[in-house]
C-alpha cells in the first residue's frame, strides 16, 4: 500500500505529526531550515537525515515546482537547548510529490504517529533549502 501524502501540507495554525515546513521568515515559506511538526512542536531536521532529493520533495510538497539552492549551517550558543531530530532513512526521486513517500511505510508511520527520538544539544546543525516556481505550477 503507498503512503498518501497530507490534504493539508501548508496549513501552519492547524500543523499535524509528520508536516514538514521551511522556517526562516513568517511570511515566506520558499526558503529556510528544514522543520517537522514533532511531540506537539515544531523540530529541527538534523542535516545527516536529509537529501538534495528530499529538499526538492520538500518543495514540492509546499507547492513550488523546483529547488535552487541549499545548504548548512550550525548555531551554538550556550542556551537554550535546541531541539532536533534524525530522521528515518530516507529514498526519494523525481515522481514524488511529499516527502512521505520518501520513507518507508513503517517509518511513514513513526512521523505520522510522534514517534521520532527528539534529541537536545546545544549546537543544532541545520539544513536549509530554497524553493522557487518554475513556468508550471503544481501543488500537492
Known sequence: MAV????????????????FTLVYDRFDRSYGDVYIYAGNSWVAVSPNSFSTDGGQTLCKELGYTTMTGFGSSSSSIISPVYKYVNLPSMSCHSGYTCLLQCFSKSNANKLLNNSL????????????????????????
Open 117 to 140: 527520538d527528539i534529541q537536545f544539544n546545544h549546537t543544532l546543525n541545520k539544513i536549509h533549502f530554497h524553493c522557487s516556481f518554475d513556468s508550471v505550477q503544481r501543488h500537492c
Open 4 to 19: 498518501l501524502c497530507p490534504q493539508n501540507a501548508r496549513n501552519y495554525d492547524n500543523p499535524h505529526p509528520g508536516q
